[in-house]
């Protein structure tokens, strides 16, 4: 248990607490022991990283910048009383707003509500316009009123991501991706430029800004000299930097591509950087750093721009080895149709990696594991990388004991003890199998579109790539592999999953809502479903003990069938593009919440601390030099606090609010 202050592993401290968040530290184990050329690699990297913040900001709305600027003015020159509950109010919105980067929450994308009166607002902001002349010449008046309607009209750019089936996606969201146009224009616009038999397109749309300019649909590219320049240059400088300390000729060529990319941003070349990217698989250190994944654009094209610079863990990765070497072997056996089974699975290449830090789109949340490219036909030809992040699992984990969750919510006393001993290492050969196997697995039939299955596609793609994982984590193959040292272990998972699935993860959702986030709708669909379609031999079931809800799983050995039936749906639906009946499945089992035990669920939650979302502080790395200037060192640090590290990063990596 690491959640208390203990300086010599802080993995896994709780650094801060407001809201539904807690931010948590993780630490960097191995970055002490690397060589100097990798640890001055991966510092330059890390400044190319933060490098990127701002652009994520502006993405995720237009006044995000504008708010960010005087939110932290109004903190940082606040002299009143911090104990006045206006001031308490204005604190939580601002870590709220750091958490989210920009005005929307990062998970549900609903818009956070100030608990602070205008009048306040309009006191201190006047106060800081007069104080900081430098900001108040900055700042666009026209965008100061925006702001101030952003935060106090409730109706006012209300959603950064909407996805409410039937309404106009794109003038409903809140975000910056797309301005002055209708989901009807910008669906045309890329119909016109798209060419269907072209057999490795672009990914359209993935860099640039959807406008109207004198009546016409056009694009602006996020590029040097282009939208989002200033923070763009400033990523090339620092992978220039980076660049001597390549550990492959291919790695070299690579950031030479990516930088090429961010200087012209052409589609072509980012697939070229890509591709270089998935086959260069030898390195010991490893990045992203662009445009990637498009959860914060409701038609999922542009990429919300992101970096996480890592290195391999070596003695962890030998798990993800093993399963990369069978990946013939499980896709030939998976219990899909033959037709959609890939003949020959290419370069599924997997490992555990140590994030060194997490930027963008992945920070202060972010993600366990990662597969990519995103490109299908990249991923067909060449093959795709994929990771676990082990020193996130493990500060998760360090927070997690002790903070009564299982004594609250599982079901008896030899299920928690079969949790304590297998969950962690259950769940990260989940992650490992549902990315390195469950993403690369299958194949569409010819002709169909990868984007047939539209506002549903993240959902079921997410819930192919957990079926794959759940099916394979009880098979006996995982013991032969020595992946696992008993047969029954997969039943730790099994039981979290279903638990999560059907209960725990509803303590995310607001009374009265529905599920929305992809992630989150495909683990209902995956537990609702096999609950419903394992009741007439009660494989598992919900009881009733003491007038409080339980998840009891009464057949191991049949909840594998039944999520192998599943998984052979979800590969159909995707192999032929079904949308109707991937719809069909989402809005059954995937969306709406049985209110009576949502509530049950808070209900039970608030009697625990435990916040529903977690986030991250990053370690500082600073440069140590010689009487010469050179760079002789990288120091490591685990102390800097959450609100601190937002105004380091405002202050020193903010090129577009200069
Ligand atoms: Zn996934």
């Given at each position: 248990m690491a959640n208390t202050m203990d300086p010599n592993n802080p993995s896994g401290d709780i650094v801060d607490r407001f809201a539904d968040i807690e931010v948590l530290r993780y630490t960097v184990p191995g970055f002490e022991e690397l060589p100097l050329n990798k640890k001055l690699f991966i510092y330059y990297l890390t400044e190319a990283a933060l490098a990127g913040r701002d652009i994520l900001w502006d993405q995720n709305g237009k006044y995000n910048l504008t708010l960010r600027q005087i939110a932290e003015g109004i903190y940082r020159n606040y002299t009143g009383d911090r104990n006045d509950k206006n001031f308490k109010a204005f604190e939580t919105y601002l870590k709220q707003i750091e958490f989210g980067n920009?005005?929307?929450?990062?998970?549900?994308?609903d818009k956070f509500t100030p608990e602070f009166t205008q009048q306040w607002f309009e006191n201190e902001l006047r106060q800081l316009l007069n104080k900081d002349k430098a900001l108040a010449d900055r700042l666009n008046p026209e965008a100061i009123r925006m702001t101030e309607r952003l935060l106090?009209?409730?109706?006012?750019?209300?959603?950064?991501?909407n996805q409410a089936e039937g309404e106009d996606l794109i003038l409903t969201?809140?975000?910056?991706?797309?301005?002055?146009?209708s989901q009807k224009e910008v669906e045309d616009y890329f119909a016109r430029i798209?060419?269907?038999?072209?057999?490795?397109?672009?990914?359209?749309?993935?860099?640039t800004k959807v406008i109207k300019q004198n009546g016409k649909v056009t694009e602006l590219p996020y590029k040097v000299g282009g939208l989002y320049s200033p923070a763009i240059e400033r990523i090339v400088e620092n992978l220039e930097k980076a660049l001597?300390?390549?550990?492959?000729e291919l790695q070299h060529k690579s950031i030479v591509e990516l930088i090429k990319f961010y200087r012209t941003g052409d589609l072509r070349t980012f697939d070229n950087y890509s591709i270089m990217w998935t086959e260069?698989?030898?390195?010991t250190v490893d990045f992203i750093n662009g445009f990637?994944?498009?959860?914060?654009d409701p038609l999922g094209m542009t990429g919300s721009w992101e970096s996480i610079v890592n290195f391999k863990n070596e003695k962890a990765s030998r798990r993800t080895e093993i399963i990369s070497n069978e990946a013939q072997w499980f896709e030939d056996r998976?219990?899909?149709?033959?037709?959609?089974?890939?003949p020959e699975v290419k370069g599924v290449s997997a490992k555990v990696i140590n994030a060194a830090i997490l930027a963008g789109d992945s920070y202060p949340s972010t993600p366990i594991g990662i597969n990519l490219p995103n490109a299908n036909w990249i991923r067909a030809a060449h093959g795709s990388k994929s990771v676990t992040i082990e020193n996130i699992t493990q500060a998760y984990d360090d927070a997690s004991h002790g903070n009564g969750f299982n004594e609250e919510f599982v079901i008896d006393k030899p299920t928690r003890e079969l949790l304590d001993k297998y969950l962690f290492i259950t769940d990260n050969l989940h992650t490992d199998l549902h990315e390195c196997l469950g993403h690369g697995s299958g194949r569409l039939l010819?002709?169909?579109?990868?984007?047939?299955?539209?506002?549903?596609g993240s959902t079921l793609e997410e819930t192919r790539a957990d079926l794959f994982a759940l099916y394979y984590l009880a098979d006996p193959h995982m013991v032969e592999l020595g992946l696992?040292?008993?047969?029954?272990?997969y039943n730790a998972e099994y039981y979290k999953y279903m638990l999560n699935g059907l209960?725990?993860?509803?303590?995310r959702i607001e009374p009265g809502k529905d599920v929305e986030e992809a992630h989150m709708r495909n683990r209902k669909l995956i537990a609702e479903w096999v609950l419903e379609h394992g009741k007439k031999d009660n494989v598992v079931e919900l009881v009733n003990k003491n007038g409080k809800t339980y998840v009891k799983i009464n057949d191991y050995k049949q909840l594998r069938e039944l999520f192998g039936e599943l998984l052979a749906e979800i590969q159909r639906i995707k192999s032929e593009g079904d949308y109707e009946a991937g719809a069909r499945l989402v809005e059954q089992?995937?969306?709406?919440?049985d209110p009576r035990l949502h509530k049950e669920v808070l209900d039970r939650y608030s009697?625990?601390?435990?916040?529903p979302y977690k986030g991250f502080v990053n370690p500082v790395y600073t440069p140590v030099t010689d009487n010469n200037g050179n760079i002789t060192d990288i120091k490591v640090t685990y102390e800097e606090e959450y609100l601190p590290q937002m105004f380091r990063y405002s202050d020193n990596y903010s090129p577009l609010t200069r």
């Open positions: 920009g005005a929307y929450h990062h998970y549900s994308t106090f009209d409730p109706s006012f750019m209300a959603k950064r991501v969201s809140a975000n910056n991706l797309y301005e002055g146009v798209k060419n269907p038999k072209d057999e490795t397109p672009v990914s359209y749309g993935l860099n001597p300390y390549s550990e492959t260069d698989t030898t390195p990637i994944e498009s959860y914060g998976s219990p899909v149709d033959p037709r959609f089974r890939k010819p002709g169909v579109d990868p984007d047939a299955l539209k506002a549903h696992l040292d008993n047969p029954d272990a209960m725990t993860q509803l303590m089992y995937a969306v709406k919440v009697t625990l601390s435990i916040a």
